[in-house]
T-cell receptor
Framework: GQQVMQIPQYQHVQEGEDFTTYCNSS?????IQWYKQRPGGHPVFLIQ?????EVKKQKRLTFQFGEAKKNSSLHITATQTTDVGTYFC?????????FGAGTRLTVKP | GAVVSQHPSWVICKSGTSVKIECRSL??????MFWYRQFPKQSLMLMAT?????????EQGVEKDKFLINHASLTLSTLTVTSAHPEDSSFYIC??????????FGPGTRLLVL
């Protein structure tokens, strides 16, 4: 069945360093979404990527969708302590969404 | 927009009792609602998908009779944990979607079964 692999599982960075999490699928995806869950909170939708090779930016966050629509990445430039949390990718195979295991980011001030 | 509420936010109950959790989409009609379970520092585990007016579709390994799901309207879905036991203690999160695409999550319910 549909497999969504997300790496790394954990990432600890010094404030100001960059951070990247990767999501890979065994099959071609319809679209991919990214969510952020703060400690103690619930997942919050960040963005959806639909087109092959698509790149979207939200301030210091850059989201990419691979040309083959099988992988995606989220890159944070110059991390801040407010970036702490777990970042999940969610792949739409179809028919239903499957979440990756998440990457837990901690930032040392 | 796209606000989802969940009630209660936390509950402590005795073993053997049943607990009902409500999930409401406040400002949109949700054709599909999802129920997840999340253990500490782990990913979201999809339990079931429910569409308004029809039976829920449960993921493999999730007991239908244990976790009763009702999606009575386009804005309300309920999850009832029947005869709860300590191993059912977890963080239960619902989400709602208009298009089976982007999901908007509720704040979650922390269940502790003593």
């Amino acid at each position: 069945g549909q497999q969504v692999m997300q790496i790394p599982q954990y990432q600890h960075v010094q404030e100001g360093e960059d951070f990247t999490t990767y999501c890979n699928s065994s099959t071609t995806l319809s679209n991919i979404q990214w969510y952020k869950q703060r400690p103690g909170g619930h997942p919050v939708f960040l963005i959806q990527l639909v087109k092959s090779g698509e790149v979207k930016k939200q301030k210091r966050l850059t989201f990419q969708f691979g040309e083959a629509k099988k992988n995606s990445s989220l890159h944070i430039t110059a991390t801040q302590t407010t970036d702490v949390g777990t970042y999940f990718c969610a792949a739409v195979p179809p028919p239903d969404m499957r979440f990756g295991a998440g990457t837990r980011l901690t930032v040392k001030p | 927009g796209a606000v989802v509420s969940q009630h209660p936010s936390w509950v402590i109950c005795k073993s053997g009792t049943s607990v009902k959790i409500e999930c409401r989409s406040l400002d949109f009609q949700a054709t599909t609602m999802f129920w997840y379970r999340q253990f500490p520092k782990q990913s979201l585990m999809l339990m079931a998908t429910s569409n308004e007016g029809s039976k829920a579709t449960y993921e493999q390994g999730v007991e239908k009779d244990k976790f009763l799901i009702n999606h009575a309207s386009l804005t309300l879905s309920t999850l009832t944990v029947t005869s709860a036991h300590p191993e059912d203690s977890s963080f239960y999160i619902c989400s709602a979607s208009q298009t089976r695409d982007v999901q908007y999550f509720g704040p979650g319910t922390r269940l502790l079964v003593l």
